[in-house]
Nanobody, 122 residues
C-alpha cells in the first residue's frame, strides 16, 4: 500500500546535472521527514539531503552548493536537483521517509524507494 517510486537517474559527464524524483503513495509525505541517501560500491550508505515537515533543509558537506532538495506537497513528490556533478557522486540514490531520531541514520527511516542509478563519467 505504501510506495516510494524513484526516477530521473542516468549517466552524465562530470559537471552535468540531473533531477531525481520520488513519488509517494499510501501516506502523506508532508507529515514526515524525507531525505535522499546514496550507496556506492564498496562504501557504506550515506545521507545526502533532507527536508523536514516544516520545510527546513539539511545537506551533507560534500553536496552543499551543488544539490537542492525540494518537495511538492500537492503532488506528494520529493525532488533532488543535482548540479556540477562529480565522479564521486556515482551511486544508487534512494529516497526515504520517516520520523528519525537522527536524520543521518538510514535505519531510523520507515519507508524506502527502490533506488535509481546515477553515474558520473570523467
Amino acid at each position: 500500500d505504501v510506495q516510494l517510486v524513484e526516477s530521473g537517474g542516468g549517466s552524465v559527464q562530470a559537471g552535468g546535472s540531473l533531477r531525481l524524483s520520488c513519488v509517494v503513495s499510501g501516506f502523506t509525505a508532508s507529515r514526515y521527514c524525507m531525505g535522499w541517501f546514496r550507496r556506492s560500491p564498496g562504501k557504506n550508505p550515506s545521507g545526502v539531503a533532507f527536508v523536514d515537515s516544516d520545510g527546513s533543509t539539511t545537506y551533507a558537506d560534500s553536496v552543499k552548493g551543488r544539490f537542492t532538495i525540494s518537495k511538492d506537497s500537492a503532488k506528494n513528490t520529493l525532488y533532488l536537483q543535482m548540479n556540477s556533478l562529480k565522479p564521486e557522486d556515482t551511486a544508487i540514490y534512494y529516497c526515504a521517509a520517516g520520523l528519525p531520531a537522527n536524520i543521518w541514520v538510514a535505519t531510523d527511516y520507515n519507508y524506502w524507494g527502490q533506488g535509481t542509478q546515477v553515474t558520473v563519467l570523467g
